[in-house]
Structure formats: C-alpha cells, structure tokens
C-alpha cells in the first residue's frame, strides 16, 4: 500500500531509530525501528488540553507525523468516561524492553498484550512472523491491530482472549513479552517457555528480566528503567475517602513526598495495582496524599503527619513497612530489586535474594 507520506515517513523513520540508539550500546532492533511505520499502527491518537480534555489528533493534522515519531507514548483508546484503555508505549521504552529479551532470528516469542500490533510488527521484523504470537483480551483492538498489520508485510498470529493463558499449540517459547503491568507472572506462560527461555514482563511500575530454568522456576532482576503500563483489566471500587473522614488516625513521620517519590516503586511491589492521588493548596504545595486498591482499601497522609486507613488491607501499614526496610536518605534503585519464581510462588526481594522480599499474591 502506498501513501502520500511514503517519502518523509521513510526519513523520519530513518531519524527516528538513529535518536532511539543514541548512545546506547549497539542494537539489532533498530533496523526493525527504521523498516516498520508508526503510522501504520496509530492513524491517530488522543492528547489532553490544560482543562484534562481529550481531542484527537489524526494524520490530517499538522504535526501528526512528527509525534508518531518522537520517543512518546500516544494513547489511542479511551473507554466511555473517556479513561485510557489503550497505547502505543513509548519507543524508547519498547526498544530497551526489545533488547532485553536477547533475542535471535527465529527464536519464537510470545506476547501478551499485542494493542495496535506495532509491537508485534517489530518482533516480526526481526525473528520473522510465523515465530510471533500475540494476544489481547480486548476484541475490537485486535481487529483494528490486524487492520493495521495488513498494511505491510508482517503476519504474526494474533488473537483475541486471555493473554495469561498464553497458546499452548504454538509453544514452547523461547521468549515471552508483556506489553501490560501484571501483579505475578502468569503460570501457563512459565510452562509454555522452554529452559532457558527469556521473560520481560512490566511488574509495579517497574520491568522485570528474568530466565526460566526447569520445572517452572525462575530468577531474575528488574531493569532501571521505570515503566508505567496500563494495568490488566480488573474490576475496582472507588476509594473510600468519605469513610476516611470518620477515623481519628495516627501520627506518623512519613513525609508525603516519600510517597510521591522515594517510595513509589517499592510501593508498586507490595501493593499491586495501587494507585494514588494528591492534594496541592493554592501555592502548589502538597498538602496530602492517597492511595487505594482495587478491593477499596483507602489510606491518606496529611502533610501535617496524620494518616488514615480503612478497608480488607491496612495499606498505610505497608507504607510503615517499606520505611523500616528504606529508612529516610535510601532510594532504592530498580536494578536492586529481583524476582524469584518457584511452584510454591512468587516474591520480589532487595538486595540479594534472601533479603527483604515481598510475596506476588494471585489477584
């Protein structure tokens, strides 16, 4: 198929994958960068204004195909309260995320997650299409990713279901890829891998690598690039902030900031699928902070040092938790976290192996 913007799209794609490498130690991926368009996957997206409010912007707008090639993550769904369902994530991550699965020509991968199929076309472009398998739970996005696949020449298989169940007739694998945030790895895609096969997967808000080795187990660590995916789809009550209102609290020392930042990550590990809001006067300042789950346990910390919980998990005892293990002036970096899988479960440690560790609960 030809387009009008054939022309430029092959330079900046060219431009696109030299900025993508950068830097960066050599990498076989960004030729797949420099051969697939972009556009082909988000004929548009939605950007917000200053008000929050969705638009979208499409191929016709100035300044549409320089955003498709720019190091950014373009949301390209919304459901109807207009909440991001689905993204193309940002290049920069996908291509470090690409590079940890040391992958070969024609190493077959499995991913979970296969969105507008850009993804999936990259994989194709380098261990060839019958050796790339990709799912999404969502139907209509798997149609349209097809759509957008069948305007080149990449023809992974691609299916709509469940991506944790993975596709046992085309296993095993020889690396798996997930493009959503998961709170443990799925146990059909660890028996899906071969030994010695090569997992990344996002984990909290951070990506985990790690190899399989035999009857299930697996040992890894995460990478120091953060990573903020779109969560599995699960259902989720509101938080509970009205409640909050009538418990006196407890004082305690944690600044808010630590929440915000220094915590954030540890955070994301012990609290899977959490989420959190603030609160800010007129002069910008934090003045509080809140975190739920999806099960509607609710805490806040006021900037003055009252927190408040409520609900089935006592979430600020995790925070208190997290404080003995990261006293004030310890950030923990990414890197220093791992994970280890066994057939009795799933934890993610600090430090070495048997140090503090935080078990992967099933959802």
């Known amino acids: 198929m030809t387009e009008p913007n054939d022309l430029s799209s092959a330079v900046l794609r060219a431009r696109f994958a030299a900025s993508l490498g950068e830097g960066a130690r050599p990498s076989r991926w960004l030729a797949a960068f420099a051969d697939v368009p972009r556009e082909h996957f988000v004929p548009s997206f939605y950007r917000q204004d200053g008000q929050g409010r969705w638009y979208e912007i499409s191929e016709d707008d100035p300044g549409y195909l320089e955003a498709v090639y720019s190091d950014t993550a373009l949301t390209t769904q919304l459901d109807a309260d207009g909440v991001p369902t689905s993204s193309s994530s940002e290049p920069g991550l996908m291509l470090t995320m690409l590079d940890a699965l040391d992958a070969e020509p024609g190493h077959r991968l499995f991913e979970l997650g296969l969105g507008t199929g850009y993804n999936a076309a990259l994989a194709s472009s380098l261990l060839g299409s019958d050796n790339v398998v990709s799912v999404d739970v969502d139907p209509d996005l798997v149609q349209r990713a097809q759509q957008h696949l069948h305007k080149g020449r990449y023809r992974p298989h691609v299916f709509a279901g469940d991506g944790a169940e993975g596709c046992p007739d085309r296993a095993p694998y020889d690396r798996i890829i997930a493009t959503a945030a998961l709170r443990r790895i799925p146990q059909a895609l660890l028996t899906q891998a071969r030994p010695g096969a090569v997992i990344v997967a996002p984990l909290g ?45 407890t004082a305690t020392s944690v600044p808010v900031a630590d929440v915000l930042d220094r915590l954030k990550f540890p955070l994301s590990l ?26 509607g346990s609710t805490a806040t910390l006021h900037a003055s040092g009252r927190a408040r919980q409520i609900g089935p998990r006592r979430l600020w005892d995790a925070v208190e938790e997290l404080v003995s293990v990261f006293p004030e002036g310890v950030a923990p970096a990414r890197e220093d976290f791992g994970l280890t899988v066994t057939p009795a479960g799933q934890r993610v440690w600090y430090g070495e192996a048997d140090g503090p560790s935080w078990a992967l609960y099933r959802s």
């Open 205 to 249: 808000f951070g990506v985990a690598r790690f190899v399989v080795a035999e009857a299930g187990e697996a040992t890894g660590r995460f990478l120091p690039t953060p990573a903020y995916f779109m969560q599995r789809r699960h259902p989720t009550k509101a938080p509970d902030f009205a409640g909050l209102e009538r418990k006196a609290g």
């Open 270 to 295: 012990a609290l899977p699928g959490y989420r959190s809001c603030s609160w800010r006067n007129d002069e910008g300042e934090v003045t509080g902070v809140g975190l739920w789950t999806e099960d």
